[in-house]
């Protein structure tokens, strides 16, 4: 059971290089959701979706894009990178709205802009 | 808006020790609540989780009881191994279940010395 998927697991980018973190699950979920965590913070919301073509803004959403062409798969994608986007990356999905199913989450994507 | 509230840490405590980690939470109406947990280098995983006031959470010898009218979550467990150490997440989801994600706390490390 592959559950949710995430690559790379790490990155190394230089300010202003752009580049798309995958996630994929397996688990037909309609939720997904991408969060940024930042040391000794709690996970912050970017962008969530609640099914293929449809997407919405979370908590801190500037200087990233996403997209939903299916129900598995939930790319992020960074345009111009900042140092400011240093921070591990989750990718969770869920079969229902946050409080009725549990999130599942990815490993991570550990990301540094320098 | 929503927010959580956890004790910092790190919290060190001997194996066999009685562990309490504070959650308390802003939020309106009845939210759900969780405690996430995270191992070194992995995604989070769920914990356990109570959907309503006075509802009591358990697993793997955690508990943690819903109450609303101290807008406490706070996680307890009896005896602690060295194997419960990691970070530990106390989150909300909004009154009604939405689909824009989780509120997290900003997260307890706690270590268990044998």
């Known amino acids: 059971n592959a559950g949710v998927t995430q690559t790379p697991k790490f990155r190394i980018l230089k300010i202003g290089q752009s580049m798309t973190l995958q996630c994929t699950q397996d688990?037909?979920?309609?939720?997904m959701y991408w969060y940024r965590q930042d040391p000794g913070m709690g996970l912050k919301l970017i962008y969530y979706?609640?099914?293929?073509?449809?997407?919405d803004k979370g908590e801190v959403p500037n200087g990233y894009n996403v997209s939903r062409s299916t129900t598995e798969d939930f790319p992020l994608r960074l345009e111009l990178a900042a140092p400011s986007q240093t921070s591990v990356y989750f990718c969770?999905?869920?079969?229902?709205?946050?409080?009725?199913?549990?999130?599942?989450f990815g490993d991570g994507t550990r990301l540094s802009i320098l | 808006g929503n927010s959580v509230t956890q004790m910092e840490g790190p919290v060190t405590l001997s194996e066999e020790a009685f562990l309490t980690i504070n959650c308390t939470y802003t939020?309106?109406?009845?939210?759900?609540l969780f405690w996430y947990v995270q191992y070194p280098g992995e995604g989070l995983q769920l914990l356990l989780k109570?959907?309503?006031?006075?509802d009591k959470g358990s697993n793997k010898g955690f508990e943690a009881t819903y109450r609303k009218e101290t807008t406490s979550f706070h996680l307890e467990k009896g005896s602690v191994q060295v194997s419960d150490s990691a970070v530990y997440f106390c989150?909300?989801?909004?009154?009604?279940?939405?689909?824009?994600?989780?509120?997290f706390g900003k997260g307890t490390h706690l270590i268990i010395q044998p």
């Open positions: 969770a999905s869920s079969r229902e709205g946050s409080g009725n199913q549990p999130q599942h």
């Open positions: 688990m037909n979920h309609n939720y």
């Open positions: 979706s609640v099914g293929a073509g449809i997407t």
């Open positions: 939020a309106t109406g009845y939210p759900s």
């Open positions: 109570a959907t309503k006031a006075d």
């Open positions: 989150a909300l989801s909004r009154a009604g279940g939405g689909a824009d994600g989780l509120t």
